[in-house]
């Protein structure tokens, strides 16, 4: 079957980089947010919203899905896409971050890891092979490697972990059957260079689809984080996507794309939805449960088109929220998705344009 993922590089403004990434499901135009449906649902918000605020890519999760309602009955359904009803590209994590923050409950060796679900404590037992063969079954655009997340810091057992997760891309790899689906390799090493510098190295050397970059943004400095991509961004194959796990503030989108990246994801927007807080196109946040937005007549934001924005006043949604009605979390979602996903297609036209310096310094004027 002829591979079906093109990714064309089309300009770039120093490490910068715009592209268009074709998937079965439509071409992705890089930069690119993708907000999380963890459960084959973006919390609080339809696929309709998603698709009118501006989503293109989607992602959700291999080990929730795996646990409820389970691979096999989504396959039974026609896949994810037609099982959640969204039509564009999908993305699947390979299960590994989450049963790795199991902690006490899963136990790990050579071959995989056995842990107990977070719902009911029964035993289940993920390997590579296991991984990509529910993520085929979910059906996917993109899919992921099974590695080991560990704690940035533990150097020793950071190479022993490496290692592993080596071996385990090699088993991905083999296990791989459909054709359709891009596997993507993950590079780890923590906050090590020479760690990062070898993990690329090895990831870039099996010529994947795409490389993702993961084990940042857990609970390392920004400086670090920044550093580390630094290391591994030159090494991987300039005519691949490159994906950074798991960031999503307006400043790590910011300085993700200034070193190379291409496509993010986070929960951080539609969590901060539920918690009554408003995402600025500055990086700034409004806690709209707050007593002084009770006669407040502006939207969140005056320059924002989104639905939220183009319709409704902050004094509205604070009553939303004081008043416990569920809408609160749709509308502040939508908003905080938008605020991404349009931050991300407006650094694409600017380093298309070969301005995406200066269009940083007008979101956020120290963004670097």
């Known amino acids: 079957m002829t591979q079906p993922f093109q990714f064309t590089l089309e300009a770039t403004d120093g490490m910068a980089r715009a592209g268009r990434l074709a998937t079965p499901h439509g071409v992705l135009e890089t930069p690119v947010f993708a907000p999380v449906g963890t459960a084959a649902t973006v919390k609080a918000v339809t696929p309709a919203q998603l698709a009118e605020l501006g989503a293109t890519l989607v992602l959700s999760n291999t080990y929730h899905l795996y646990l409820r309602p ?9 896949g994810l896409h037609q099982f959640m009803q969204w039509p564009n590209p999908m993305l699947t994590d390979s299960g590994g971050f989450q049963v790795f923050s199991l902690g006490d409950t899963r136990t790990i060796d050579d071959d995989g890891v056995t842990f107990k679900s977070h719902i009911d404590g029964s035993t289940h037992r993920f390997t590579p092979e296991r991984s990509i063969q529910i993520q085929e079954n979910l059906g996917a655009d993109i899919i992921m490697a099974f590695d080991e997340c560990p704690p940035p810091y ?53 010529n994947l689809p795409g490389n993702a970059i993961g084990g940042l943004s857990v609970g390392e400095k920004k400086e670090e984080m920044n550093a580390m991509l630094e290391v591994v961004t030159p090494i991987l194959p300039a005519d691949k996507p490159r994906y950074l796990m798991g960031v999503g503030t307006v400043p790590d989108l910011l300085n993700g794309v200034a070193r190379g990246v291409d496509i993010f994801d986070c929960v951080l927007p539609t969590r901060m939805g539920r918690n009554h807080a408003a995402l600025l196109r500055n990086g700034g946040r409004l806690n709209l449960k707050n007593a002084p937005f009770a006669r407040d007549e502006q939207p969140i934001d005056a320059a924002c088109e989104c639905y939220t924005c ?9 009553h939303l929220i004081v ?33 995406f310096e200066a269009f940083c310094r007008s979101v956020v004027p120290d963004w670097s």
């Open 323 to 355: 008043a416990g009605e569920m809408l609160s979390a749709t509308l502040l979602s939508i908003h905080n998705l938008h605020t991404l996903v349009q931050l991300a297609k407006d650094m694409r036209v600017a380093i298309l344009a070969g301005q």
């Open 70 to 78: 389970g691979d096999e009955l989504v396959k039974e359904m026609g």
């Open 310 to 318: 183009q319709t409704f006043t902050r004094a509205y949604l604070r």
């Open 154 to 206: 533990e150097r020793e057992y950071m190479e022993v972990s490496l290692a592993r997760t080596h071996a385990w891309l090699a088993r991905c790899v083999a296990a791989q059957t459909r054709a359709d689906q891009a596997l993507f390799g993950i590079v780890q090493g923590g906050v090590f260079p020479d760690l990062r510098a070898q993990s690329a190295e090895h990831v870039a050397g099996l």
